[in-house]
């Protein structure tokens, strides 16, 4: 299993970006998706996750109203929009499947990361 997450770049405070994450190797339909971020010299730390189904999607509080994650199964791909964007919310984005189909906040729950996109915000 891959994952290839793109869509991060250089966007103002208040501003939107959309990730997207790409799943090879196995249909996606039956597992849970999250997303992660991780500033240097700190820890990966939960953003986001989705149920197998999208049925159940968990959010950090501090992106809640701003970040919508959404999956479409049949394109293999999850979805990170970003929303009003802060300078706290600048850092490298991760996704990652899970190993069953629940959602998880726990990054050792998911054998499977992609390689990170970088989101910068200026102020």
């Known amino acids: 299993v891959q994952l290839q997450a793109s869509g991060g770049g250089l966007v103002q405070v208040g501003g939107s970006l959309k990730l997207s994450c790409e799943i090879f190797?196995?249909?996606?339909?039956?597992?849970?998706a999250g997303w992660f971020r991780q500033t240097p010299g700190s820890e990966r730390d939960f953003v986001a996750a989705v149920s197998w189904n999208g049925g159940v999607i968990n959010y950090v509080d501090s992106v809640k109203g701003r970040f919508t994650l959404s999956r479409d199964n049949g394109k293999n791909m999850v979805y990170l929009e970003m929303n009003s964007l802060k300078p706290e919310d600048a850092a490298l984005y991760y996704c990652?499947?899970?190993?069953?189909?629940?959602?998880?906040?726990?990054?050792?729950?998911?054998?499977?990361w992609g390689q990170g996109t970088k989101v910068t915000v200026s102020s």
């Open positions: 990652a499947r899970l190993k069953y189909g629940g959602g998880s906040r726990r990054p050792y729950d998911y054998p499977h």
């Open positions: 190797g196995r249909p996606l339909s039956n597992y849970g």
